[in-house]
């Protein structure tokens, strides 16, 4: 899932202090601590290198629909067969459903929990006003009260029984409905029930949910239009895992899915002009297509560009006009953890084939689905995003699963399900009747095709636990979606999951740890989207280095492919394949709120003593004179003072002649002395290191903000060469407050300047500190004319008042 929201463009110019940010400050806990304190004992069912155990087992429920879209009253009724089979080694008494339409009732936990002001999925509808101000209410929230209000959401449970037997007892908890079953089912058995449902659609821009429908009324059609949206539309099973159970958590709209995989045969009978876009392969084209949109879409299949099935004419001129009737499509998905599809006259339709050779599914059909309002932006970005994502997310984990991979235009600004995704940005209608559209629009549509194809990948093929961790699948789609943004275009301004973008989010007071479960996290985006990914970005190109990093990431994808992970798997995974102890970088990052702020607090120039006080002493000397002159003496010369010694010469002796760097005989003895005590090995190494006479430098670090991390260092020399050094995070692992470094470099080679995470790579908060000398700090003023007051005490009333 992705919202606009969270693109996220954050001030660089300035630091975080010169912006007003105030850092947290860091907890400073031993990071080094091993993680499996912390992480659950491996078993037969996970094993202690993150791959799934000898006796590792899942869950399947395979779902045969009947649904049926009525237009002109926006509802939908199905009747729905699953078989539900227990491959645990658990008796299970009653079996789970969860009921997502429920969350739309306004009796429903998400409803009654609401905060007034509070962050939610909606945005920030209301606020709660201060200073005198009144308390504020968008008219887009009051629009969804009256829409609550007015109609009546959530499932019309019609009956619940056994096929071939009579009803089944259930209870409705919320999202959430139990079945008792009239006897437990045993290890290995199946059981086959039958639910018939309907609910009223919402409508999604007034509701705000994942699906819904969005009505067009200015189209020409009398009436208008809509495009259907259908995405947790039908009683789908909670799933039971090895380490929770039944995952009968009640949906608040923040967590997202937790679902098990299965085998699917639905039919939609919608209006019979409308074109149906789904999860799985269309069964029936003779049906439902004329023999040119069949040939088309043959065509597509070895195509090098998209080719059109329904020309954006063709849908123009199918969205005047009216159904004469209904048509049946059927379709057909195997292994797959969820179903959904979108309906609509509206829709233009163009797909190319994906090869892959080799590949289960050698040709993947990519295709994209838009009304006329997305225009050329869709036309030419839309497919052509899908196939790109495909071949960027395979190198990184696996084969495209699926032989569908679909964009559908809608009302939902980015939402994901296997074989298909809800993507809404599209063009701006002009005065003239043209279309255009922006930049931000432009990166919106490619960035948002790429993040919900990807996520075709992780979870809906990699099968995490959504509901519960957020981050394990936003993470690495957010980071994998960066890497595919800049190989698409690298001059575009994306921006969001990389780690310079996370600073201001990771000093802020208002964030909770990455672990946190989903619906208690405080600002999503950035928790469970940026931050994982700016930590990814860490570990492949500063902790880990992109080849192992890269295989390791491979490794977790192709050991769970079609499995459930949890964050224990993932973490150890990544340590086992890369060959990496990164117990200290998981603590850090995902189990505090500390951030990164390494200072560079001093730097000590060094040179060895050769002990022969011929060179010593005359050295001491010269340093002494390049000290500045004491003040009183400067100040003296300026008046012109008259120096005693200089005016009565005949007081002088000795050391009026010769200073406190005179060699005396007796220097010379202990010289000499030191060298004959010294062993061979010792004066051979002695002798080396004089004659070299390299350059020893201390550098001392500090660590502010309680993240350990690399320090990367751009060292820059006197004869203008340059050289970038990375000291391990292990560094840190006796002293996380403070460490020193000694660098040494040969004679002539002397440094001018250092600078810590020159090219911004660990999300260091302060890069002024990071300076050594000290920079100034380059910023920007803007003046300004200064506007007067618009309060009630300051406006005049009196002239407002006769209408001046």
């Not at 509808?125 to 829409?147: F, I, K, N």
């Not at 036309?379 to 696996?398: C, D, I, L, P």
């Not at 000590?604 to 060179?615: F, G, S």
Request: hydrophobic fraction near 35%; charged fraction near 25%; include cysteine.
């Amino acid at each position: 899932m992705r919202l606009a929201t969270i693109l996220l463009c954050f001030l660089l110019a300035l630091p975080a202090s010169a912006q007003g940010i105030q850092q947290t400050k860091g907890n400073f806990e031993d990071k080094f601590r091993q993680l499996d304190e912390v992480l659950p004992d491996p078993n037969v069912y996970r094993n202690a290198s993150g791959a799934p155990g000898h006796q590792y087992w899942q869950q399947e429920a395979d779902y045969t629909i009947k649904a049926r879209l009525d237009e002109d009253r926006r509802r939908l009724s199905a009747e729905s067969t699953i078989r539900y089979t227990n491959n645990s080694p658990d008796t299970l008494p009653w079996i789970w459903l969860q009921l997502d339409q429920n969350i739309f009732r306004t009796d429903s936990m998400a409803e009654l929990t609401d905060d007034f002001g509070g962050p939610g999925r909606r945005g920030p509808a209301v606020s709660t006003g201060g200073g005198g101000e009144p308390a504020r209410l968008s008219l887009e929230e009051v629009r969804r009260q009256q829409a609550m209000e007015d109609n009546e959401y959530g499932y019309e449970i019609r009956s619940v029984r056994l096929v071939n037997g009579g009803d089944l007892p259930h209870t409705i908890v919320g999202t959430l409905m139990r079945i008792d079953l009239p006897t437990p089912l045993e290890p290995g058995q199946s059981v086959e029930f039958a639910i018939d449902f309907d609910f009223n659609i919402v409508e999604e821009n007034t509701i705000y949910a994942r699906s819904g429908y969005e009505h067009f009324p200015d189209d020409p059609r009398p009436g208008g239009n809509d495009i259907y949206l259908f995405a947790q539309w039908f009683p789908r099973l909670v799933a039971y895992s090895d380490y929770e159970g039944w995952h009968n958590k009640e949906f608040l709209g923040r967590g997202e899915f937790t679902l098990e995989f299965g085998d699917y045969d639905v039919t939609m009978t919608v209006p019979d002009d409308h074109i149906v876009a789904s999860t799985g392969v269309l069964q029936n084209p003779a049906e439902v297509l004329t023999a040119q949109q069949r040939q088309r879409l043959e065509r597509a299949r070895s195509a090098d560009e998209p080719v059109f099935i329904v020309t954006p004419q063709e849908a123009e001129a199918n969205e005047r006009t009216g159904p004469s009737g209904t048509k049946t499509w059927h379709f057909a998905a195997e292994n797959v953890r969820d179903f959904a599809w979108g309906s609509s006259r509206k829709f233009a339709w163009d797909a190319q084939g994906h090869k892959q050779p080799g590949a289960e599914n050698e040709t993947v059909m990519a295709m994209s689905f838009w009304p006329k309002e997305g225009g050329e932006l869709w036309r030419k970005y839309s497919t052509a995003a899908v196939v790109h994502t495909m071949k960027v997310y395979s190198r990184f984990s696996f084969d495209y699963p699926y032989p569908t991979a679909q964009s559908v235009n809608g009302p939902v600004g980015g939402m994901e399900y296997p074989m298909i995704t809800f993507n809404g940005p599209r063009t701006t209608l002009n005065d003239d009747g043209t279309r255009t559209y922006s930049l931000s629009e432009k990166m919106f549509l490619v960035g948002v095709v790429i993040h919900e194809i990807g996520h075709i990948y992780f979870p809906m093929t990699v099968n995490s636990d959504e509901r519960q961790w957020t981050w394990m699948d936003e993470g690495i789609n957010s980071f994998l979606d960066s890497v595919a943004g800049y190989e698409w275009d690298p001059d575009m301004p994306w921006g969001g999951s990389i780690p310079r973008d996370l600073i201001p989010y990771m000093v802020s007071n208002n964030q909770v740890p990455i672990m946190t479960q989903s619906d208690s996290v405080l600002n999503l985006g950035p928790n469970a989207y940026g931050k994982p990914s700016a930590a990814y970005h860490i570990l492949r190109d500063t902790v880990i280095g992109r080849e192992r990093f890269d295989f390791a990431l491979k490794e977790y994808a192709r050991r769970w492919k079609f499995k459930r992970p949890t964050p224990a798997d993932f973490f150890r995974t990544i340590e086992e394949a890369s060959g990496t102890d990164l117990d200290w970088f998981w603590r850090g990052w995902f189990y505090t709120t500390d951030h990164v702020d390494i200072s560079l607090d001093s730097i000590y120039k060094m040179r060895i003593d050769t002990e022969n006080p011929d060179i010593d002493l005359s050295r001491r000397r010269a340093e002494l004179a390049s000290d500045p002159a004491k003040i009183g003496v400067l100040l003296n010369e300026e008046q012109d003072l008259p120096i005693w010694v200089l005016e009565h010469p005949g007081i002088t002796d000795y050391y009026d002649e010769n200073d406190q760097f005179t060699v005396t005989p007796k220097d010379r003895e202990r010289y000499t002395s030191f060298l004959e005590g010294l062993e061979p090995w010792e004066r051979k190494v002695f002798d080396r290191a004089v004659k070299e006479d390299k350059n020893y430098y201390v550098l001392t670090f500090s660590n502010k903000g309680g993240l350990v991390m690399p320090i990367i260092l751009g060292l820059t020399f006197t004869d203008g060469s340059t050289q970038k050094m990375t000291i391990p995070a292990e560094i840190w692992r006796r002293n996380p407050r403070e460490v020193s470094k000694l660098l040494v470099f040969d004679k002539g080679k002397e440094l001018q300047q250092v600078v810590l995470d020159p090219n911004w790579e660990t999300a260091d908060a302060d890069i002024e500190n990071n300076y050594y000398p000290r920079r100034i700090i380059p910023s920007r003023i803007e003046a300004y004319k200064s506007e007067g007051g618009n309060s009630r005490l300051s406006r005049d009333l009196m002239n407002e008042a006769a209408g001046e």
